[in-house]
């Protein structure tokens, strides 16, 4: 919700979970039934026009066929699905039964999935070790039926932090493409974020753009084709919430009308800048909150 409204987006939330955590654990979850899920759903959507939708997590198998059927309906827009399905210290968040239906029933009805490495793994079934390994993952998460795939690279370590988005089909690549580069010059940048710029075009289809704080290398030889997001690793503990930021982040600039491709590279941005803005904070005794409201900047 604090992403949502930096970025100018009213949220409609709809509550899946009572938790009781802190920054370093999840002690307890305690599940909203799913048919009160889904007459926070009702309320939402005949109140609200709904622009996108970001999940998070879901907790029972209940809860992701619900979520599922409505995305399958239409009834909600543009779904973003971040999978969360195990906290930091490793609790498990939903049994075998709901990540099987992450796997069979939401993944098909979502346009945009963002697991990190770990959840990557859990619903791959393989081992995901370097970036050639998180593309597999992302290849095999279109497979089974999102859009995109946005794999996740902070569990990887390292001097930088590297996701990696594979795409279903080549036209979001070259959507994509088209609103960073026109004639070989830098798009004018909206007021959140300051676009790269183009370094060229090889013959093999790969596309390289840089700038500060993010590389894009756009990768178009096959029909799977993919882009990885490359931006200087931050060395802080406060790093919680990062993936729910990235993919609230992703749904929000979706809402303001910007391409799904798009949206990622704005996302990956926003969550590199609330890193580096929460990097010298002593908030809490584990993993500290990110800055998405921009404290820091302003201070």
């Known amino acids: 919700m604090r ?19 802190d920054t370093a654990k999840v002690s307890a979850v305690l ?39 409505r995305a399958r309906s239409g009834d909600i827009p543009k779904v973003i699905v ?5 906290s ?36 791959t079934g393989m081992a995901v070790k370097d970036g050639e390994g998180m593309a597999r993952a992302g290849s095999l998460l279109v497979d089974m039926g999102a859009a995109v795939a946005v794999v996740k690279g902070g569990h990887a370590g390292g001097s930088n932090s590297m996701d990696v ?17 026109q004639d070989g ?21 790969v596309v390289s753009q840089s700038s500060t704080s993010l590389h894009i290398t756009t990768i178009m030889q096959s029909d799977r084709p993919e882009i990885v997001l490359v931006a200087p690793r931050v060395h802080t503990r406060n790093t919680r919430g990062t993936g729910c930021t990235l993919s609230s982040a992703i749904a929000a600039y979706m809402a303001r009308g910007d391409t799904v491709v798009d949206a990622i590279i704005k996302a990956k941005q926003f969550v590199t ?21 921009g404290w820091n900047e302003r201070s």
């Open 3 to 21: 992403t949502l409204g930096a970025l100018g987006v009213h949220c409609a939330c709809a509550l899946t979970a009572v938790t009781a955590q």
């Open 31 to 69: 599940p909203v039934p799913a048919a009160i899920l889904d007459s926070q759903i009702e309320l939402a959507l005949g109140d609200f026009s709904i622009l996108a939708t970001k999940v998070g997590m879901l907790a029972t198998e209940d809860n992701v066929m619900r979520v599922a059927d």
């Open 82 to 86: 971040d999978p969360v399905i195990a």
């Open 88 to 123: 930091s210290s490793s609790n498990s968040l939903i049994d075998e039964k709901g990540i099987r239906a992450y796997r069979e029933h939401l993944l098909p009805a979502a346009l945009v999935v963002t697991p990190n490495i770990p959840e990557a793994e859990i619903l």
């Open 165 to 181: 988005v594979v795409c279903s089909a080549s036209y979001d690549i070259r959507i994509a493409i088209d609103a960073l580069v």
């Open 185 to 205: 010059r830098p798009v004018e940048p909206d007021e959140t974020t300051p676009l790269s710029h183009a370094t060229g075009q090889s013959p093999e289809g």
């Open 273 to 293: 800048r609330a890193i580096v803005g929460a990097s010298g904070w002593t908030l809490g005794r584990g993993n500290g909150p990110i800055d998405q409201l």
